[in-house]
């Protein structure tokens, strides 16, 4: 994409804001990479040679919650020591422009809202949320080494991260806020999503197909590419300073 494809794109997706009484944002792990946490699926996302699929599920928790641990332990660690990028201020800043507004992201490190998003969706969850076994209370534990196994301070059960997990379905209440927000969006975009997770990736075509103006922005071309009116080529901090900034 030439400067002046990406110009005239930008200026198609400006007017489309102005004229937006309604306006949702999904984000992917794309919009962190920027802050310098790695995705999944590139190789920096890789621990000890396992693959994200191998320890983000139930049965290897059930199997070895030491070893899941460990893994969460070094992504805990890895995120706590960045902030929010240009991308996440930007889409705090669009927030405060729509009374009608909508974050759902699929990211779990928290930094929406540290860039000031004040309500975000969390699909999969949050790395800083633990949820007892046992008990099911959930609380924060920002503990960085966390101790591993962790234990519930009510009943000393096995605490697990509050992570929608491979195989796991998703609240159904985060769903039902996703849908709503879905069905009544003027403008949408998709943010840093490859667009192969489930059903975050179904979520454009939702919206679009109740009327919604779609509009992606990712470095590369992804699964969900061919559902956008407009893809725009770049990094989400870039790109979205440019929308929102300009
Ligand atoms: P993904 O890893 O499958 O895809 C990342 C996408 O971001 C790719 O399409 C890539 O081209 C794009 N990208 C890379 N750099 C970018 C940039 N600077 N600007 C914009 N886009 C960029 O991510 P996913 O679709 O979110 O799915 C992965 C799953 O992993 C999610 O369920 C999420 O919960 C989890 N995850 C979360 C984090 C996090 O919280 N930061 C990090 C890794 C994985
Ligand atoms: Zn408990």
């Known amino acids: 994409m030439s400067l002046s494809q990406l110009q005239e794109k930008i200026g198609i997706v400006k007017e489309k804001l102005r004229k937006a009484g309604s306006v949702t944002v999904l984000t992917g792990a794309g919009l962190s990479a920027d802050s310098g946490i790695p995705t999944f699926r590139g190789a920096e996302g890789l621990w000890k040679n396992f693959r994200a699929e191998e320890l983000a599920t139930p049965e290897a928790f059930l199997k070895d919650s030491g070893l899941v641990w460990g893994w969460y332990d070094w992504r805990r660690t890895i995120i706590a020591a960045k902030e929010p990028n240009a991308g996440h201020y930007m889409i705090a800043e669009l927030e405060k422009l729509f009374s009608r507004f909508h974050l759902i992201t699929q990211n779990v490190d928290g930094l929406h809202e540290k860039a000031g998003s004040t309500n975000p969706i969390e699909l999969h969850g949050n790395i800083w949320k633990v949820r007892c076994t046992r008990c099911g209370q959930i609380s924060f534990n920002f503990d960085v080494p966390v101790k591993i196994p962790p234990e519930c301070r009510s009943c000393g059960g096995l605490l697990r991260p509050h992570i929608v997990w491979f195989g796991e379905s998703l609240e159904p209440e985060n769903l039902e806020k996703s849908y709503a927000a879905l069905a009544n969006s003027d403008l949408m975009f998709v943010i ?13 075509g939702m919206a679009r197909s109740r ?35 300009s």
Not at 195 to 201: I, L, M, R, Y
């Open 192 to 204: 840093g999503t490859s667009g192969v997770v489930q059903p975050a990736a179904s979520f454009a």
């Open 211 to 245: 009327g919604a103006f779609l509009v992606e922005i990712n470095p590369e071309e992804t699964a969900i590419s061919e559902v956008m009116d407009i893809a725009l080529q770049g990094k989400a901090g870039e790109i979205l300073q440019l929308i929102v900034n």
